[in-house]
């Protein structure tokens, strides 16, 4: 697992912070690999998103999550993105992305492992503005409680939702 964490987010961090919430080395899972392509190939395998959403401000304001990958060593913009899917309530979100498919996942140089992963609170389908702290009205996204899950699953292995405590049993 690269990590299952609970973040509440308010207001008043939104604008200092741009945004973006951050998931540090040593806070990622104990069995986030130093080389994602070898012995164990997770750079061609996928990623499994979760995304609970515990607490919003009332209204149906398109929201998204940016989960970004920053990297030990990296070219060009030096970072990668996925996302999660856009919701308008409470309640849970979840999807599979190819490593290999998301935005600028060229730009990591996976051998050398990643240093912590950006998150990024932004209103869905806003385009290069989109960030929330960019937006007229805070109060349509903060504050905010979730529960983000990220598990890592190598080329040709399956997602099993009963390694992560707390999901139950199934399996994908």
Not at 19 to 37: A, C, I, N, Q, Y
Not at 46 to 57: D, G, N, Q, S, W
Request: charged fraction near 30%.
């Amino acid at each position: 697992m690269l990590f299952d964490r609970t973040f509440t987010f308010e207001e008043k961090d939104a604008a200092p912070a741009k945004s973006h919430l951050f998931v540090k080395g040593d806070e990622l899972g104990r069995g986030t690999p130093t080389d994602w392509t070898a012995p164990v190939d997770y750079r061609n395998g996928t990623v499994y998103i979760r995304i609970e959403v515990l607490e919003k401000p009332d209204g149906e304001t398109p929201t998204t999550w940016s989960l970004c990958y920053l990297p030990n060593r990296g070219r060009d913009n030096n970072y990668g993105c996925t996302k999660t899917p856009s919701y308008t309530t409470e309640g849970v979100y979840e999807k599979d992305v190819k490593m290999t498919e998301f935005w600028e996942n060229d730009s990591i140089i996976w051998s050398e492992g990643i240093k912590q992963m950006s998150l990024v609170v932004k209103r869905a389908n806003a385009g290069g503005k989109a960030h929330a702290h960019l937006q007229p009205d805070l109060k349509a996204f903060f504050p905010t409680r979730i529960r983000v899950t990220m598990v890592q699953v190598a080329k040709g292995s399956t997602y099993d939702a009963s390694r992560v405590p707390g999901l139950g049993d199934k399996k994908k």
